[in-house]
């Protein structure tokens, strides 16, 4: 195996646990985190199509309040290798995401834990009135988020490849089955957990809408964005709520653009 390639691997492991936090970038997102595996390996066909399945199941995985959710970012780059590194199949790939998601949530509660200790130590540093230890505790607690995805990984790379292919092969057909079924019932669910955020009863028509489209009309995902934004326009325009130009209860004249008028009252 080239050196090169799995120091990008490594790297790539270590931004996804990190970002896993930071959400900044965005790279421990499957279609992220899988897609970068896929390049560094030279198979971006194989890591994209991984990473956009992937990127399904996860849509309803999110960190709210205490409770953590399945890691994203260890399935993604575990699954990743296994498919590109040690050449097992995208639904093979697919169905091992599932308990690699759960081990990746019992490792980041275990390191969520460690830097309880580190967080202290930063108060600390604070009340001495040292902003260098504060900035490296910090720095130290999200490295070991990184290292938390960098270090399954490195063990997943160094596995041999015809142990992880006697193990695929291993997995009996109802297993692999039974990993498949419960992965679309998740997609499901975290489709239904975005759109139980967004729905309003004045947008249910536009969802709909979407569907009869879709079924009629031979349209791609282009197609049917530059429809979406159109009719969120026309609705921008025409309803009351935004349209400030027609001086519905607002001290405001408004300029003609729904759009401008909601930017000016901020």
Known sequence: MDIIMVILILVVAFFAGMEGILDEFQLHQPIV????????????LEGLLLGGTLQLIALGWMNIGAAVAPDAALA??????????????ISEGIALAIPLAVAGQVLTMFVRTVTV????????????GSF?????????ALMLQG????????IVLAVPAEIVTNALNSIPDWLTGGLAVAGGFIVAV???MVINMMATPKLWMFFALGFAISAVGDLNLIAMGII??????LYLQFSPEFNQS???????????DPLDDILNDY
């Open 147 to 154: 290292l938390r995805i960098a270090i399954p990984a490195a």
């Open 246 to 256: 027609s001086g519905g209860g607002s001290s405001n004249s408004g300029s003609g």
């Open 117 to 128: 200790a580190l967080a202290h130590g930063a108060d600390r540093k604070a009340e001495e």
């Open 190 to 192: 975290g489709y239904a």
């Open 132 to 140: 260098r230890g504060v900035e490296m505790y910090h720095i130290g």
């Open 228 to 233: 979406g934004v159109v009719l969120a326009l």
């Open 33 to 44: 985190a899988a897609s970068l595996i896929g390049i560094v390996t030279g198979k971006p």
């Open 76 to 89: 993604s780059i575990a699954s990743a290798i296994l498919v590109t590194v040690h050449g097992a199949g």
